[in-house]
């Protein structure tokens, strides 16, 4: 049966373009806002003395440690104050068990010395997983017929959380998917007096096309095989609930879903199943797709890249992992200053 009430009220009373009629009024009426404090920089190392830039990764730099304070200075400067570390480790250091990633002297301890020294305020992340210093390339040990060893490795991670915890890192993220890593790492961490250091838990790392260039940046792609028995299935999102349930349980601070744009609603059932801030990393495969059709002209990147981020939030991300992260910010502070939105 017609509702005339409803119908006529429809048609000629509700007009939800008021609402929308200037930039002022668009802004009062905004449900969610983009802020520099919400995002996280990846930065990449090495250890040479040169600042590098990474082929496949157009626009991203390999630091040296020099490099990296400046840089970690520019991104403060931006109001961009928490950044993640992922070392590029030469050849000769790396190997079967990964056991560089537990050096107290490695790169990534004394990035982080170096960082918390110079910049006290800023948010030191680091990330817990075996790939940059395997020569197999994967994020676990893997055994003689391939298989990738489970509790093997999630004793090895507690040995590198509990390394970066030494150096001074103010998070430390595991990024291996290995099952039962979340509350290992705690109680390591716990045991050696790092109640303090948070536990970012990458909850839900699906086995993504788009670490492509991740990978060359770190030159750390699989040798053999793929991810697919420890990262998970891009068809799952119930899954993603499970996955939430153990780091809950096990002691998480915040938990990540990755990629981001392709998993938005993975984003907002997690969004709606945890009162846990949430994380989403707008991973490299995505930071260059951006680039390549900005870069040719196919789109226009500030407003590209900026409702990109804005989608992520809006889905339920509290906080965001981007390389664009630098750019964004510095866009977000201009648009703030001439009081546009557009
Ligand atoms: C590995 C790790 C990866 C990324 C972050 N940590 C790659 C992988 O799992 O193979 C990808 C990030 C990106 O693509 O930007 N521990």
Redesign the pocket.
Known sequence: MRNDVEEDGLRSRARPRRNRKSAAVRELCRETRLDPGRFVL?LFLHEEAADTPIESLPGCTRWSLDGLEREVERARRLGVRSVVL?PKVPDAKKSSDGAECKNDDGLVPAAVRRLKAAFPDVTVMT?V?L?PYSSDGH?GIVAADGRILNDETVAVLCEQALCQARAGADVVAP??MMDGRVGAIRDALDGAGFQEVSILAYTA?YASA??G???GALD?APKSGD?KTY?MDPANGREAERELEADVAEGADIVMVKPAGPYLDVIHRLRARTHLPIAA?Q???E?LMLEAAARSGWLDRRSAVLESLLGIHRAGADMIFTYHACEAAAWIAEDRAAGSDA
């Open positions: 990846p992922f990330d997983a790939d994020d990024s291996d790392k788009f670490y260039p991740f990978r750390s991810k990262q990393y991973v490299s495969g930071y």
